[in-house]
């Protein structure tokens, strides 16, 4: 497993990515699954992670509160590879978590990923950005801020969200911060995504 593969998981799992393990920890299968729009992002993955993969995307039909959705995404082979960041990622119980070590783990790369996965623009008004990170809880959140803060002085706060009589959290990152993010995932970020980032043009290759 090549350094791009690495930052790549790190990056899906701090968004919709899924670890999955049968056997107490012993090999782990990461899980990737998007809608159909984002069909382009799911193929990309594949060709990067495909050494782990016997069974190309597909694209499978999915009921939630009665409406139709399709998915698309792929399994990676069940492989002590993933061991490490199932270790990481997941406590005892088998849910997910913001890893002690994220600052070690949070490099350019993994933060584009992470933001193609889970993050937009805020508004057409805003020049500040969200990542959707409703799976995490607060406490783990403050690692994950003080991870960006200490390594790459990015400023972020913690937006509250109310849903289904939970209170989730999304991370945000103010207008005062955009040139300083946009310069961490610019070299990394894919063209499909360039809508993400509001009126901002990605350089030309």
């Known amino acids: ?39 382009e992002y799911v193929d990309w993955l594949y060709e990067k992670l495909k050494d782990f993969v016997l069974t190309p995307p597909k694209r499978r039909l999915r009921i939630e509160n009665g409406k139709k959705q399709w998915r698309y995404g792929f399994n990676t082979l069940s492989v002590g590879n993933f061991r490490f960041f199932g270790q990481q990622f997941y406590d005892k119980n088998g849910k997910k978590r913001i890893p002690k070590i994220i600052k070690k783990l949070l490099t350019p790369r993994a933060i584009a990923v992470w933001f193609m996965d889970d993050g937009s623009i ?5 020049r500040g950005f969200v990542i ?26 913690l937006h509250r969200q109310n849903k289904y009589q939970k209170t989730r959290w999304r991370l945000y990152i103010p207008g005062s911060q955009r040139e300083k993010f946009l310069q961490l995932i610019r070299p990394y970020l894919l063209p499909q995504f360039q809508y993400k980032l509001g009126p901002t043009q990605l350089p030309k290759q």
Not at 133 to 154: R, V
Request: proline share 0%; charged share 35%; no cysteine.
């Open 1 to 39: 497993m090549n350094k791009e593969m690495k930052d790549i998981i790190v990056g899906t799992l701090l968004g919709d990515g899924m670890l999955e393990t049968q056997n107490g920890g012993r090999t782990y299968r990461l899980k990737i699954e998007h809608s159909i729009e984002q069909k």
């Open 132 to 157: 959707h990170t409703l799976g995490f809880t607060k406490k783990d959140l403050k690692i994950l801020q003080k991870a960006l803060k200490e390594k790459y002085g990015l400023k972020t706060y």
């Open 122 to 126: 805020k508004s057409r008004r805003h």
